[in-house]
């Protein structure tokens, strides 16, 4: 892993902070996580490899990280703010979901690109998974899917929260 590399995830871990504080449910808070997941996209697939179960492989990474999402979304605490605009506020369990999914793969590259080396590359092997850009590509999927599974969860609630209109003005 280059320096570059936990740089991106520590800033998508990092995302949990405006989580954590509380954010108004406008287009730019709810879109600034996807442009995050997007842009180390584009920084690190080279390819999307299909051969042997590398499909598979992006499969179970897209859904585990819609259960990460989802669940991340559904824990998260809404309100509403006196103009009547939801805000979302991350938890214990919804800060610490995001954390497991976004550490896990920055683990997970470490693991496998140090003392995991081997067993990754057997696991490959004996599972047809043709290499590192298959890698790369299950768990970029995994969490884009993470992202957008979250921002699912959380717009439709918020979407409720708000519906209701203003909260009214206490007197």
């Given at each position: 892993m280059t320096t570059t590399d936990y740089l991106i995830s520590a800033?998508?871990?990092?995302?949990?902070?405006?989580?954590?504080?509380?954010t108004r449910q406008t287009l730019h808070n709810a879109l600034f996580p996807v442009v995050a997941v997007v842009a180390a996209a584009a920084y690190y697939l080279t390819s999307f490899p299909t051969q042997g179960h590398d499909v598979g492989l992006d499969v179970i990474g897209v859904v585990a990280g819609a259960v990460l999402g989802v669940a991340c979304g559904a824990a998260t605490r809404l309100s509403r703010a006196s103009d009547g605009v939801a805000v979302a506020k991350a938890?214990?369990?919804?800060?610490?979901?995001?954390?497991v999914g976004m550490a896990s793969r920055t683990g997970f590259e470490y693991w496998a690109t140090h003392s995991g080396s081997h067993a990754v590359a057997r696991f490959s092997r004996d599972n047809l998974i043709t290499g590192s850009d298959?890698?790369?590509?299950?768990?970029?999927?995994?969490?884009?899917?993470?992202?957008l599974c979250r921002l699912a969860v959380v717009r439709v609630r918020a979407h409720q929260v708000s519906a209701t209109g203003p909260v009214p003005a206490r007197a």
């Open positions: 800033a998508l871990v990092l995302l949990v902070v405006p989580q954590i504080r509380g938890g214990v369990l919804a800060a610490g979901l995001w954390i298959a890698w790369t590509t299950g768990l970029l999927l995994m969490a884009l899917a993470q992202v």
